[in-house]
């Protein structure tokens, strides 16, 4: 098998146990932590994903349709993905272009992500298993198989590798194969859908816990508007982003996710107020090289940088910095400037804190009057990459201001998508 070649395997029976439903409370048990193998520079940059069959028929209608149900109930009802069209190829169609075979060779995809895009028989999928794997074939477990096969193979076009090929792979497991990821996202996991080491084939074609929160970290929280999001660098060439309860860490220079991640904040810095709970916080700031604070409804509490620590207990923001509005009781996002000015927003308005004087030297005004073209309101979240751009995000999109030139007006070419561009902020 090649490099490009990602195969569901050959396999000499169908495991019906557990298959094609949730998992077994013991399967649930082992998948809490978030694992999965990426490939980051392959994640598609667009949420939108065209879908084409390059031979669809009637006499194929079943089998496209059970693909279709399968893919959208997994990768796409647990993100913000959305694929589209699931009908015939046009010659230069674009997206995921699928070939139906019955063929001696297993399933399979020739590229990983957006390398497929545009690509004919991009993924070959088989539907009637007279030639591979023909226990398949029977009518009680067709559509199993097709489901189970199409969930596996749209993970690799999502950018996913085998996690059987991850350097931490249990020795018992020798199913490398494929090409590998650049990133791995937690520890191995025997119940991913891209595990040929899974003791229920495919895992029945239902997504693990950790393959959702790989996935989330890559194409979005389908929810995401409804949950607590911030930004920080924190020096050292790290970005955090945080999205609910969990964290993200990037590298500051190529804007791509660190292995390991996402993981919880609260179970990454010591003493975590109890009063906060674990679905996230609002803003984060860096104040000097060794403080940062981190902001929650009307509340703040300091950050130690290098024990990575919360000091002492939340406190009332409008009481503790200096000159705050009593009317802002909660902000969106937090930047530090880098010249000893920081910036707080909220809604459509935004202030302006002074480092020296420790008190707010710019009251609430209009976002538009002070920021060109930067989004108008209701900022997810902010931070100086420390390349003298400023970066915002909102919603799937983010902006890009140049520090330095004095101006605040959003750069050329911008909005942009967050998916693709910055692989592992969380949005």
């Known amino acids: 098998m090649n490099n490009t070649n990602h195969t569901v395997g050959a396999l000499a029976a169908i495991l019906l146990a557990g298959c094609g439903g949730e998992p077994s409370t013991e399967q649930a048990a082992a998948t809490k932590a978030d694992h999965l193998y990426v490939d980051s520079s392959t994640i598609w940059s667009r949420l939108h994903i065209p879908v084409c069959f390059e031979n669809a028929a009637d006499y194929n209608a079943n089998g496209r349709g059970w693909v279709k149900d399968a893919v959208t109930a997994t990768w796409q009802a647990n993100s913000k993905l959305v ?51 023909s226990s398949c074939a029977d009518p009680a477990v067709r559509e199993m198989c097709v489901k189970s096969i199409a969930v596996h193979e749209f993970g690799h076009a999502l950018g996913f590798a085998h996690e059987q090929n991850r350097d931490d792979t249990p020795a018992h497991c020798d199913e490398a194969q494929g090409s590998d990821g650049d990133t791995t996202v937690g520890s191995w996991d025997s119940h991913s859908v891209m595990n040929y080491c899974n003791p229920v084939w495919n895992n029945g074609g239902v997504l693990s816990s950790t393959d959702i929160r790989g996935l989330q970290a890559y194409y979005g929280h389908p929810n995401a508007a ?37 993981a919880s904040i609260s179970g990454n810095w010591d003493n975590w107020p109890s009063s906060w709970g674990s679905d996230g916080i609002d803003a984060a700031l860096r104040w000097n090289g060794s403080t940062a604070y981190f902001f929650r409804d009307d509340e703040y509490v300091r950050i130690d940088i290098a024990s990575k620590s919360v000091v002492g207990s939340p406190k009332k923001t409008a009481t503790h910095w200096g000159g705050w509005p009593t009317s802002w009781t909660s902000v969106d996002a937090a930047l530090d400037w880098g010249n000893g000015k920081f910036y707080f927003f909220r809604g459509d308005k935004y202030l302006r804190y ?71 902020v969380l949005f």
């Open 83 to 133: 694929f589209t069209g699931w009908g015939k190829c046009a010659s230069d169609a674009d997206g995921i272009r699928i070939l139906i075979e019955d063929s001696d060779d297993p399933p399979s995809a020739s590229d990983l992500g957006r390398d497929l895009d545009g690509e004919e028989d991009g993924i070959s999928l088989n539907f009637t298993f007279h030639n591979w794997n």
């Open 226 to 262: 409804n949950l607590r999001i911030a930004a920080v660098n924190l020096g050292q060439d790290k970005i955090y982003t945080f999205r609910g309860g969990l964290l993200s860490r990037l590298d500051a220079d190529d804007g791509v996710m660190d292995s390991g991640y996402p």
């Open 354 to 424: 002074d480092y020296a004087t420790d008190q707010v030297d710019v009251a609430p005004r209009s976002i538009s009057s002070y920021w060109p073209g930067l989004f108008s309101a209701n900022i997810d979240s902010a931070f100086n990459r420390g390349n003298g751009k400023a970066y915002f995000m909102k919603g799937n999109s983010y902006d890009r201001v140049d520090i330095d030139d004095g101006e605040h007006d959003v750069d050329g070419g911008y909005p942009a998508n967050i998916v693709g561009n910055w692989p592992g």
